[in-house]
């Protein structure tokens, strides 16, 4: 069974602030991805990864950058936290099979709030 | 561009009436098309996908091309399946994931 885990469940900073949101999964899956969810927004790509040290810009990078050292480990930093990013952040992964949509699983979440 | 619409933020039901959540997608190619659902206080997880064609927990989704929809549907809804749901397009060309904005099902007893 696939796990993923993410460092906090819940995290409160300060404006400024640089903050790490680690994500790690269990099952050897090559992509990794950064959401954050906002109601009524649904998902937003933040950045996804297919590979160790490679990144890829998702739909709304401004504000964040991303760490891929270990295969395993994805880690969403924010440089110095706004309070418009306050949020839920979804971490996910999947397996990487030529010509196959493959299933995302997701980790928890960490509900970030800036204040 | 490519696009995922989920016209309901909110779907209310009674139980045991039928439900079908929609989803409208634009995409250029041959579209790959999945539904999440997300109960409370649980992680975001698949529901099913078109390629595979299933039925499960009694819901199915048909892809219509012509109308370019992919809506989740149950004939008889339970309270268990009060959750928000999200349709998702698959991006072959990039492996991403695009999402619509998600519809929350609620089936009063």
Redesign the interface.
Known sequence: DVKVTQSSRYLVKRTGEKVFLECVQDMDHENMFWYRQDPGLGLRLIYFSYDVKMKEKGDIPEGYSVSREKKERFSLILESASTNQTSMYLCASSLELAGIYNEQFFGPGTRLTVL | AQRVT?PE?LLSVFKGAPVELKCNYSYSGSP?L?WYVQYSRQ????LL?HISRESIKGFTADLNKGETSFHLKKPFAQEEDSAMY?CAL?S?N?????????TRLQVFP
């Open positions: 989920q933020k790959e999945f992680r975001l997880q698949l996908r999200y698959g072959y990039t492996d991403k994931l695009i999402f619509g904005t998600g």
